[in-house]
Every structure is written in C-alpha cells, then in structure tokens.
C-alpha cells in the first residue's frame, strides 16, 4: 500500500543529521555491523525492543495510517456493517533515560461509506434506518511516557502484554479496558446517551521484522498495525441506551508522512480533519466526544436539537 518509514531516515541522514539519530540510541555495546543482544528478559532490553516496534527510540515523528470498519452489534443479533474510518497518526518520541520515552501523540479520522474511501457528511444509520449528521473524528495532544516498569498515561492506557517472536516477526501487544462516565445523561440526551457509562475494550497489536528490530542502524522498524475494539454506541449515532454497541477492526502501517497517502485520501483530510496538519501549534487538547457534546450545547441553547 505505502513505503515504510525507511525513507524518512534516510532523508535525515543525507541532510546531515545522521549524528542525531544514533546519538538517541543509546546502544554503545555493539559494533559496525553486529546485530543487538537483546535479551526480552531483561527489562529495559525488552522496553528498547518495543520501543522500536512502538515509534523510535530517537526523537523524531513517526507518522501512521490506518483504516477501520465498524459494526454494530446488539445481544442476540447479527452483526452489521455500519462504515469506515480512514485515520491518520501522529507520534512525536523524545527519550528519556534508558528504556524510558516520551509520547505526544495526534489523531484524526475522517469516516467513509462501508469498506471505501469514499468520505461522507450524512448517514443512514441501518439499524435505526435515520439519516444523521457524521461527526468526524479527532483526538490530541495526548502525552504518554512508556518505561520499562509501564506506562504513565492519562485516561485509556495501553498496557503491553507479553511480547513474542513469531517467525520472523516481534510482536507487541497491548490492552486498554475502562469504564468512563458518560458526559451525555440519558435524561438530558435520551437519543445521544448509551447510559450512565461508556465501556471501552481496545486491542492492538503491533509487529517488525526481528531483523529490523536488532539493526542497529535503525531507529524505528517499521511495524504494521492492527486493532479491534468494542465500545458503547457513539453519542452522534444517536443508538440511545439500545443495549450492544460498535465493533471495530483497522489495520495499517507507518509511512513516510503524508506525501505516502493516495491523493484522494490525502484531500479528504485536508478537508474533514485539517487539524493534523497543524500539530505544530495544536496545543490544546481536543476529544470528538467533548467537541460533540459542545457543539450539541449549542445547537441546544438555539433551540435546534
């Protein structure tokens, strides 16, 4: 689909700034051409060894993109397709100490008419048969440090599971449960409230050539990605407190930046999600389900919902 993020080191390098990049890495104990011994009992090899698979143990950004399809899934029912989501991230890494980095992390997603890339403003919702407004999807900064002993994060954190070597891949695993209350009451917001809580299962798993993982020539090995979750009914779904709620599954890759999206793809953010292209100055944290519930406020205060 797209080029891994090769190109972006070696962009770096021909610009001179090859010094700053094995500056961060911070593994002096191996020699031209030898491979790195690391041994994933240890914990601060097996911090490096995620690191590298997670974003980059130097500081610099690593850019991935994914796409998702949802479906919504109520007791006793089958499952339906609902749409899809085309998501862009942005990681900005800073290491700290040994087995220790800093994450300052963007995201954006712009939804698309089921198993496309097709954008969309409306929706047929097909289980409530309701054409609805789309609210598309945006979320950041958010800083995370990750260090052998676990990760500091605020609200959902994910949390490594046992890693492996599978073939010729390491794969990273992680895990964010929660239960969070719900910013829209079911009796102010009997439409846009799933209850009193949202649940929130996400899953993903990241994975590297082992190869590329102990190449001490890299900084970051380029990972494909995947990711399942399952949470409570968005709030601009307008599902109510009708038990189930939203699958979802999404893969994807880091790329080169946003020169690596297909044109189409890379007009429909400029257009529904043009904040990803400011991280620069975005500072102050934003949230879909925040944003929506302001602009809901709104919109209630002029009498239109």
């Known amino acids: 689909m797209n080029k891994p993020d ?12 090859a010094a700053g990049l094995m500056a961060g890495c ?9 491979r790195l011994q690391l041994n994933l009992d240890d914990p601060t090899d097996l911090a490096y060894a995620r690191q590298k698979v997670r974003g980059s143990v130097i500081q610099e950004e690593i850019h991935s993109f994914m796409r998702f399809h949802f479906y919504g899934q109520e007791p006793g029912k089958k499952a339906v397709p609902l749409l899809s989501m085309n998501n862009y991230i942005i990681h900005a890494w800073e290491p700290l100490e040994a087995g220790t980095y800093k994450l300052r992390h963007w995201e954006v997603g712009y939804y698309c008419e089921f198993d496309t890339d097709t954008p969309i403003e409306t929706w047929l919702n097909p289980i409530t048969n309701e054409e609805i407004e789309v609210f598309h999807f945006v979320l950041g900064p958010i800083e995370r440090v990750y ?7 605020p609200g959902l954190a994910p949390i490594p599971l046992a890693s ?16 969070i209350p719900n910013i829209f009451k079911p009796d102010e917001w009997p439409k846009r ?4 809580v949202i649940n929130w299962v996400s899953m993903q798993t990241m994975s590297a050539l082992w ?6 020539a890299l900084n970051s090995a380029p990972a494909n990605i995947h990711l399942q979750n399952f949470v409570s009914w968005s709030s601009w779904m307008q599902m109510g407190e009708r038990p189930g709620g939203t699958m979802a599954r999404a893969y994807g890759t880091e790329i080169a930046g946003f020169d690596a999206l297909e044109p189409d ?5 400029k257009k529904y999600t043009p ?19 302001n602009l809901m406020q709104e919109r209630r205060a002029r009498g239109e919902v």
Not at 193 to 196: L, N, P, R
């Open 147 to 153: 260090s052998p002993e676990g990760v500091i994060a």
């Open 265 to 269: 793809v890379l007009a429909a953010f």
């Open 164 to 179: 492996h070597i599978m073939g010729p891949r390491f794969y990273l695993a992680t895990q964010a449960i929660s239960q």
């Open 211 to 216: 190869d590329d993982v102990t190449n001490p």
């Open 275 to 293: 904040e990803i292209f400011e991280t620069a100055t975005w500072d102050v944290t934003r949230f879909d389900e925040f944003d929506y519930f």
């Open 193 to 196: 409230s799933s209850g009193e």
């Open 26 to 34: 911070a593994r002096e104990d191996v020699g031209s051409g030898e």
């Open 6 to 17: 090769v190109s972006r080191r070696e962009a770096l390098i021909a610009l001179g700034g």
